[in-house]
């Protein structure tokens, strides 16, 4: 009779199959510990939050007076919580130094408008943003749109420092409007049209702003949805830019050259003259490199 080899196919015992029981009980026992212990901190948590919100957790009551009480001390809980955040936000615009430029009063439909949406304003970050728009109005009504209002009411305090990163990679020419410039395209001369066309751009991914994030920037409408390309800029006429406290001035060495750039709307060009922002050494030093052939740059 033929004996069977050992790598011949068939099926494989079910004893093989067994789980080997666990060489480390107190390993698997402080598995169970760990899990536990993240699971109550879990719990805790939510907790403390839905305590926020004027929900007790604990309560599981299915009498109507203790649901109609817990309900009124719910309602309390938040109307208190709204009043605290405007406490926040008044306080912080009045503590705004900010010249005024009109004596006009500000709009009451603008202001009801406002209060309505800063009520519900619970982040630190956000309640000082939130005061600094109302101190802008004030002195200068009609600095924001009830649809800026509309846009920034929906910005976390994660996008506000993610457009504070934009922000700091921006530049004002005479228009005010801040654009973030990422490279440049070079015009084709007829002897060219068969190649691609010449230029350079920076990724910005290596700057702290990836491509995911200039999505979220667009889906919040605070840049436009698009590279844009300015008009070519003649040999013979420089431009100045305004990068944080230092004046840029690029002036091109050839014809046919333009920039290409993210244009904020006009919601992130107001937002822009009050959000957290710091200068990126490396962005504006990698920049002058990619411009270099077409563009002389000077800072001063």
Do not use: C
């Amino acid at each position: 009779m033929k004996i069977p080899s050992h790598t011949s196919a068939g099926p494989v015992s079910p004893i093989n199959n067994r789980p080997k029981p666990s060489d480390s009980p107190v390993t698997s026992n402080e598995t169970r510990s760990t899990t536990a212990n993240a699971s109550a901190l879990r719990a805790d948590t939510i907790s403390r939050l839905f305590a926020r919100a004027g929900v007790d957790g604990r309560s599981t009551s299915t009498d109507y007076k203790q649901r109609r009480q817990a309900l009124t001390r719910r309602d309390e809980v938040n109307q208190l919580s709204k009043l605290d955040n405007l406490q926040a936000v008044m306080d912080i615009a009045m503590a705004v130094n900010v010249r005024h430029t009109t004596d006009d009063e500000i709009d009451p439909d603008w202001f009801f408008a406002f209060v309505s949406l800063a009520e519900n304003v619970y982040s630190t970050a956000m309640q000082e943003l939130w005061g600094k728009i109302l101190a802008v109005e004030v002195a200068s009504p009609g600095s924001f749109s009830l649809r800026s209002l509309q846009t920034i009411t929906y910005l976390t305090q994660r996008d506000a420092l993610l457009f504070g990163r934009a922000a700091g990679m921006a530049m004002r020419s005479q228009d005010t409007v801040p654009r973030l410039v990422v490279g440049y395209h070079q015009r084709r001369s007829f002897f060219q049209w068969l190649k691609n066309p010449a230029g350079a751009q920076l990724n910005l991914a290596h700057y702290g702003l990836s491509y995911p994030d200039l999505l979220t920037l667009i889906d919040l409408k605070l840049i436009f949805a698009s590279e844009i390309e300015s008009a070519e800029i003649a040999p013979d006429k420089p431009i100045t830019w305004r990068y944080g406290q230092q004046g840029i001035t690029l002036q091109a060495r050839k014809p046919g050259v333009a920039l290409v750039y993210y244009k904020f709307t006009h919601v992130g060009a107001e937002l822009f003259k009050l959000i957290a922002r710091q200068d990126s050494p490396d962005y504006i030093e990698a920049l002058s490199h990619v411009l270099h052939p077409v563009f002389e740059m000077k800072r001063t």
